[in-house]
């Protein structure tokens, strides 16, 4: 099992999966133990490309079987809200664990 996706290259304790989440690019995490600025390397645009074709088409096919503008704007936001959630959180969490296996924490250098 590959450990380097999960320690801190700094302090050598585990991550955990919602650091990853919370973060808004793969390269812009910090450790939660030691506040080191790390990264993964040779991650980024790859997983991000994916992750925005995947959801694309599901996205187009929902939005041309709902009816948006029999919506009030507050039911409008309620569903695009939802939607967005239900297809964003499975992703999300693909991404966290294919980053956790399958590469490598490094310091962030400046």
């Known amino acids: 099992m590959n450990e380097q996706g999960k320690l801190c290259p700094k302090c050598g304790q585990d991550i955990g999966i919602w650091t990853i989440i919370k973060a808004l690019w793969p390269t812009m995490l910090s450790c939660p133990h030691c506040k080191a600025a790390i990264r993964y390397d040779n ?31 507050v039911a409008l936001l309620f569903t695009a809200s939802i ?22 924490l490094i310091l962030k250098t400046k």
């Open 43 to 73: 991650s980024g645009w790859g997983l991000i490309t994916v992750g925005i074709i995947f959801c694309l088409p599901i996205l187009s096919i929902l939005a041309a079987n709902i009816d948006f503008f029999a919506m009030s704007f």
């Open 83 to 104: 939607i967005s959630l239900l297809i964003w959180l499975p992703m999300e969490l693909f991404m966290v664990f294919y980053l956790r296996r399958n590469q490598k």
